[in-house]
């Protein structure tokens, strides 16, 4: 490439070549200049908000040229990428990220102090890319963030909705949506106007010959719409690895203007076909945990998953290799099932286009893709109907319908007039209308796929995908415990706690070996070290305390226990036990006498959550809580002993708030429904204990850390279908403690009863799917014992050192290094500073 560029240019190119900060005085200058020119202010009315655009803009600049340089190094390189394929990136806020990952958060904090603004208002202006619902989205922005600490070449590719996850607002209690529109001023893309793919929907297909009899198929006829890319540095932490994350944005298609219409005066008709293809990448569908199956879902996937492989399949024909080395150069892993045409498109991009045979082709494929199950909620596997792909991607079907022939062949072979067999593996579920059933389709189209806990991982191979393992054998099917990334869910979310850590360590290093925490234990009985890491906790529960007076005026003294749900309202969660529990709590506490009183824990109950939009019983959920906190925190009687708030909207950048402050935080799904869980590592990592179920990785959390040092309660997975069966047949008994909750509730201590039907009707002729009253008795004995422990401070203190001492495991960079070793077969790209 060098070569192509005459020297003399090439000389005047690298003179005036952008580069990195110098120093303070330069980042200030950088600043006042994009103030003053870029947004066209000046001293005397930049207020916050300019102050961070301004900001954001000089430390973009400068994200650029390192971006740029691992661009081409990685290019240069020439050597296998990843490709992270996800509909969701819930990446929340990146002027903090990037200053913490270049390592110019000082020379930040003093610069804008000197212009007049404390870098953490300026930081606080920022509005959070919420493009994702909760788990899966959230994990794969910890894992670009790895990738690139790690230098790993890996891309990112998704969807650049104009609305993101909607806000949540409580009007009366109750949950209500605003959208989310966050393109205002968005420093962090760049739009790549000629990066752009025609996406074709709809037409028909017709079979041509040529002379010499091979047959090929013509897919035409169809609407067209444009797919256009906006790329995002991702930097990694102290490494000059800068990847990209591209976000495709749907338009139309230059043909698709109609300009008939228009002549004719027609104008609103000539632009309705060109709102219809914006409507794309519009909006977000803010369902965790559920498949909903609509129409424009399918068309977001499809959009998204043939612009990402067009782009793929470009950049590898520009190396000449033969085809069979693509799985050589490209790893694609599938986030869930979400881009699971991904394997169709290929495929016919190998036949159609390419021509390529079949066997060729579908070798390549299966050696190309991995495939990761991120629930095992029957609700939340996505199938389609057949009809539906008929009309939107008539190929499409034609290659699935090929695909399913091929491996019932083989299943055929493997287990002889097993007709069972057949139907049940079968990608096509014979229902009406028929449906495809894509978990099984990313399957067959993969090499490997993983469950994202242990015990997840394992359930999924007993469970949902039994009759695969007896297919393809075992070690197609494999495990891959989630992790979190330690420079925001600890440095940059708790910077106190990192700088007591690294002064103890010996530096940050820990940051990038998580497992050197370990090195923590030896300080656990230093007394200074102990108070020290109490004091930090207390104030961020302070700073929390804050944060929700200032929210919602309801005072919580800092020094009561801090109990702590957020994370999306669900079922299976369970926010509905803990809510009973408070309940219980309460009713209790008006029982006691002054003595007796004087005796107890005083608690902070703290929810936050979204409920998706058309889930009634997560939004009554919702509505208990709030009802409950108007009665208690107003009880004259209870005072500090109890309260109970509803953060609204929470989001990633509430998480950091939150997150530190908490004593103790609650992830009690029914055993068996939560595949992993990462705010549970989240809350560890940062000196929290947790009270819990044996479910995802609170198991592998218990191994690393000790069961002392963490409040387990409930049944175990392998208990819940009998339970289940017991409840069917009206075999249990409500447990009488929830029995006393329920009475309460509906005789109206918490308003109008009827609110509450639904819910409580689940435990009783809903047969209480979820198991709240089995786990009940267990859950309120544990919270028992989390008082009784909270009362010894000490003992406290040394379970939260001892924890995070142990957390070393649940760093994304290991998961991130197990993908790469088991999955991917990808080496690490360090570039030389
Ligand atoms: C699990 N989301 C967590 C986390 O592995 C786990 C999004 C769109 C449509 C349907 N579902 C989704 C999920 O399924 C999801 O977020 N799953 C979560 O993935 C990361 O830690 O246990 O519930």
Not at 415 to 420: E, N, S, T, Y
Not at 586 to 611: H, W
Not at 632 to 644: F, R, S
């Amino acid at each position: 490439i060098e070569a192509s560029i005459p020297q003399p240019l090439r000389e005047t190119w690298r003179k005036l070549a952008a580069t990195e900060f110098k120093g303070k005085e330069e980042f200030q200058r950088e600043v006042v200049r994009h103030v003053e020119t870029t947004l066209a202010r000046s001293m005397y009315n930049c207020d916050d908000l300019a102050a961070y655009s301004g900001t954001a803009l000089a430390v973009r600049d400068k994200l650029v040229v390192s971006w740029n340089k691992t661009q081409q190094h990685q290019t240069l390189q020439d050597q296998k990428r990843i490709y992270y394929l996800s509909l969701e990136f819930l990446m929340g806020r990146t002027l903090d990220n990037s200053l913490l990952n270049t390592g110019i958060k000082d020379t930040a904090r003093e610069g804008v102090g000197e212009l007049g603004f404390r870098i953490e208002d300026v930081i606080d202006k920022e509005h959070d890319a919420a493009l994702g619902n909760g788990g899966l989205g959230r994990l794969a922005a910890c894992f670009l963030d790895s990738l690139a600490t790690l230098n790993y070449p890996a891309w990112g590719y998704g969807l650049r909705y104009r609305y993101g996850i909607f806000k949540q607002e409580i009007v009366d209690g109750y949950q209500v949506e605003v959208p989310d529109y966050w393109l205002d001023f968005n420093p962090w893309e760049f739009p790549r106007h000629d990066v752009c793919v025609d996406i074709m929907f709809y037409g028909y297909v017709t079979k041509v010959s040529d002379n010499d009899g091979k047959i090929s198929h013509l897919w035409e006829g169809g609407e067209i719409v444009q797919a256009i890319a906006y790329d995002v540095p991702i930097p990694g932490y102290e490494t000059s690895t800068t990847n990209n994350l591209r976000l495709w944005s749907s338009k139309p298609s230059s043909g698709e203007f109609d300009f008939q219409k228009f002549n004719s005066g027609d104008y609103e008709g000539s632009i309705r076909e060109q709102q219809k293809a914006e409507t794309i990448s519009a909006v977000l569908y803010p369902n965790d945990n559920i498949s909903a199956g609509k129409e424009l879902r399918l068309k977001q996937q499809y959009f998204w998953v043939a612009a990402s492989l067009h782009d793929i399949v470009r950049r590898f024909k520009k190396s000449h290799r033969p085809w069979k080395e693509f799985p050589d150069q490209v790893a694609i892993q599938l986030n869930d099932t979400h881009p699971t045409l991904a394997i169709v498109e290929l495929q016919r991009i190998f036949i159609d286009i390419e021509g390529l045979t079949w066997d060729q082709s579908w070798d390549i494929v299966t050696r190309t893709f991995g495939y990761t199950n991120h629930t095992v909620l029957p609700e939340a596997l996505e199938k389609w109907s057949v009809p539906l792909f008929q009309s939107l991607l008539p190929r499409h079907l034609q290659i699935i319908y090929e695909i399913n022939l091929y491996f019932l062949q083989g299943v055929e072979k493997k287990f002889p007039k097993d007709r069972d067999m057949l139907q049940r593996v079968s990608i096509i579920e014979e229902s009406q209308p028929q449906v495809i059933r894509m978990a099984y389709l990313a399957i067959i189209g993969s090499h490997k796929v993983n469950g994202v806990a242990e015990l997840h991982s394992d359930l999924i191979k007993a469970t949902i995908f039994k009759d695969f393992i007896a297919v393809f054998g075992p070690d197609k099917f494999t495990n891959v415990t989630n992790g979190i990334t330690p420079r925001r869910w600890l440095h940059q979310a708790n910077p106190k706690l990192s700088d007591l850590i690294a002064s103890k360590l010996g530096g940050y290093d820990f940051l990038k070996d998580l497992n050197l925490l370990k090195g923590l234990e030896q300080w656990v009985d230093d007394k200074e070290f102990r108070k020290e890491w109490m004091e930090i906790k207390l104030a961020a529960k302070i700073r929390l305390a804050k944060y929700i007076r200032d929210t919602t005026q309801i005072a919580v003294n800092p020094h009561s226990l801090f109990d702590i749900q957020v994370k999306r309202i669900h079922e299976y969660k369970r926010q509905q036990m803990n809510i009973f529990g408070v309940i219980y709590r309460y009713l209790r506490l008006k029982q006691m006498k002054p003595e007796e009183l004087k005796k107890q824990v005083p608690r902070a109950s703290i929810f936050g959550g979204k409920a998706a939009p058309g889930y009634w019983m997560a939004k009554t959920i919702i509505r208990l809580i709030t009802a409950v906190g108007e009665v208690v925190n107003t009880d004259k009687d209870i005072g500090d002993l109890l309260k109970v708030v509803f953060i609204e909207d929470y989001n990633v950048s509430k998480a950091e708030i939150i997150i530190p402050a908490s004593d103790i935080s609650e992830h009690i799904s029914t055993a068996g429904t939560e595949a992993s869980g990462t705010s549970n590592m989240k809350f560890v990592l940062n000196g929290g204990l947790i009270i819990g179920t044996c479910d995802g990785a609170n198991i592998e959390i218990t191994r690393e850390i000790g069961e002392d040092n963490i409040f387990l309660l409930g049944h175990l997975a392998e208990d819940v279908e009998e339970l289940r069966h017991q409840h069917r047949f009206g075999k249990v008994e409500m447990d009488p403690k929830l029995r006393l909750v329920c009475d309460a509730i509906e005789a109206g201590q918490f308003g109008d009863p009827n609110i509450y039907n639904g819910l409580i009707s689940a435990l009783t002729t809903g047969c209480d799917y979820y198991l709240v009253s089995d786990d009940f008795s267990s859950y309120l004995a544990t919270q028992d014992l989390v008082d009784t422990t909270f009362k010894d401070k000490e003992d406290w203190a040394t379970k939260s050192i001892m924890s995070v001492a142990n957390m070393g495991f649940f760093s994304a960079d290991r998961a991130i290094n197990e993908y790469a070793d088991t999955i991917w077969n990808v080496e690490p790209t360090p570039q030389k500073k």
